[in-house]
Nanobody, 123 residues
Framework: QLQLVESGGGLVQPGGSLRLSCAASEAFILDYRAIAWFRQAPGKEREGVSCMLSHSGRTLYTDSGRFTISVDSNENTMYLQMNNLKPEDTGVYYC?????????????????WGQGTQVTVSS
Protein backbone atom coordinates (compact mmCIF):
# COMPACT_ATOMS: atom_id res chain seq x y z
CA GLN A 1 0.00 0.00 0.00
CA LEU A 2 1.26 3.45 -0.93
CA GLN A 3 2.69 5.46 1.93
CA LEU A 4 3.23 9.21 1.73
CA VAL A 5 5.37 11.32 4.05
CA GLU A 6 5.32 15.13 3.90
CA SER A 7 8.07 17.45 5.08
CA GLY A 8 9.18 21.03 4.66
CA GLY A 9 6.56 22.90 6.64
CA GLY A 10 7.39 25.57 9.17
CA LEU A 11 7.00 29.18 10.19
CA VAL A 12 7.54 31.79 7.50
CA GLN A 13 6.93 35.52 7.28
CA PRO A 14 4.38 36.94 4.84
CA GLY A 15 5.94 37.22 1.40
CA GLY A 16 8.29 34.33 2.09
CA SER A 17 8.62 30.95 0.39
CA LEU A 18 8.53 27.29 1.35
CA ARG A 19 8.93 24.07 -0.57
CA LEU A 20 6.97 21.11 0.69
CA SER A 21 8.05 17.58 -0.15
CA CYS A 22 6.06 14.36 -0.24
CA ALA A 23 8.05 11.15 -0.39
CA ALA A 24 6.23 8.10 -1.71
CA SER A 25 6.95 4.46 -0.96
CA GLU A 26 6.51 3.54 -4.63
CA ALA A 27 6.40 5.14 -8.06
CA PHE A 28 3.72 7.79 -8.53
CA ILE A 29 3.72 7.82 -12.30
CA LEU A 30 3.32 4.11 -12.91
CA ASP A 31 0.41 3.29 -10.65
CA TYR A 32 -1.41 6.49 -9.63
CA ARG A 33 -3.44 8.58 -12.06
CA ALA A 34 -3.42 11.81 -10.07
CA ILE A 35 -1.56 13.40 -7.19
CA ALA A 36 -2.47 16.48 -5.23
CA TRP A 37 -1.81 18.87 -2.38
CA PHE A 38 -4.60 19.83 0.00
CA ARG A 39 -4.62 22.08 3.04
CA GLN A 40 -6.81 22.51 6.07
CA ALA A 41 -6.87 25.83 7.88
CA PRO A 42 -7.96 26.01 11.52
CA GLY A 43 -11.74 25.73 11.75
CA LYS A 44 -12.16 25.21 8.02
CA GLU A 45 -12.75 22.28 5.71
CA ARG A 46 -9.90 20.74 3.78
CA GLU A 47 -9.45 22.30 0.33
CA GLY A 48 -7.46 21.46 -2.76
CA VAL A 49 -4.40 23.58 -3.47
CA SER A 50 -2.95 21.93 -6.55
CA CYS A 51 -3.21 18.66 -8.43
CA MET A 52 -1.55 16.91 -11.33
CA LEU A 53 -2.62 14.17 -13.72
CA SER A 54 0.34 11.82 -13.58
CA HIS A 55 0.52 10.65 -17.18
CA SER A 56 -0.17 13.94 -18.97
CA GLY A 57 1.42 16.25 -16.43
CA ARG A 58 -1.60 18.54 -16.61
CA THR A 59 -1.86 20.67 -13.47
CA LEU A 60 -4.62 22.61 -11.74
CA TYR A 61 -4.34 25.30 -9.08
CA THR A 62 -6.84 27.10 -6.90
CA ASP A 63 -4.49 30.09 -6.67
CA SER A 64 -2.40 30.10 -9.82
CA GLY A 65 0.82 32.07 -9.93
CA ARG A 66 2.07 31.55 -6.39
CA PHE A 67 2.22 27.76 -6.08
CA THR A 68 3.84 25.14 -8.31
CA ILE A 69 3.37 21.38 -8.11
CA SER A 70 6.06 19.10 -9.48
CA VAL A 71 7.23 15.50 -9.40
CA ASP A 72 10.66 13.92 -9.40
CA SER A 73 9.87 10.46 -10.71
CA ASN A 74 13.40 9.21 -10.05
CA GLU A 75 13.03 10.06 -6.35
CA ASN A 76 9.31 9.17 -6.08
CA THR A 77 8.80 12.59 -4.55
CA MET A 78 6.30 15.33 -5.25
CA TYR A 79 6.80 18.96 -4.32
CA LEU A 80 4.80 22.09 -3.73
CA GLN A 81 6.76 25.30 -4.19
CA MET A 82 4.95 28.12 -2.43
CA ASN A 83 5.96 31.73 -3.03
CA ASN A 84 4.69 35.06 -1.76
CA LEU A 85 2.98 33.34 1.14
CA LYS A 86 0.10 35.05 2.92
CA PRO A 87 -1.29 34.55 6.44
CA GLU A 88 -4.37 32.91 4.91
CA ASP A 89 -2.12 30.15 3.55
CA THR A 90 -1.64 28.94 7.13
CA GLY A 91 -2.79 25.38 7.70
CA VAL A 92 -1.85 21.73 7.60
CA TYR A 93 -0.80 20.66 4.12
CA TYR A 94 -1.42 17.11 2.93
CA CYS A 95 -0.26 15.27 -0.15
CA UNK A 96 -2.51 12.65 -1.69
CA UNK A 97 -2.68 10.17 -4.55
CA UNK A 98 -5.39 8.26 -6.35
CA UNK A 99 -5.75 5.51 -8.94
CA UNK A 100 -8.91 7.13 -10.32
CA UNK A 101 -8.96 9.47 -13.31
CA UNK A 102 -10.88 12.58 -14.32
CA UNK A 103 -9.96 15.66 -16.33
CA UNK A 104 -10.55 17.74 -13.21
CA UNK A 105 -8.15 16.17 -10.76
CA UNK A 106 -9.68 18.17 -7.90
CA UNK A 107 -12.93 16.22 -8.33
CA UNK A 108 -11.33 12.82 -7.73
CA UNK A 109 -11.60 10.71 -4.58
CA UNK A 110 -8.10 10.47 -3.11
CA UNK A 111 -7.50 7.28 -1.19
CA UNK A 112 -3.88 7.65 -0.10
CA TRP A 113 -2.87 10.49 2.21
CA GLY A 114 0.18 11.68 4.08
CA GLN A 115 0.10 12.69 7.73
CA GLY A 116 0.34 16.41 6.99
CA THR A 117 2.87 19.16 7.60
CA GLN A 118 2.11 22.45 9.34
CA VAL A 119 2.65 25.72 7.50
CA THR A 120 2.32 28.93 9.49
CA VAL A 121 2.59 32.31 7.81
CA SER A 122 2.98 35.04 10.37
CA SER A 123 5.12 38.04 11.19
Amino acid sequence: QLQLVESGGGLVQPGGSLRLSCAASEAFILDYRAIAWFRQAPGKEREGVSCMLSHSGRTLYTDSGRFTISVDSNENTMYLQMNNLKPEDTGVYYCAATKYYADNCFSLPYDFWGQGTQVTVSS
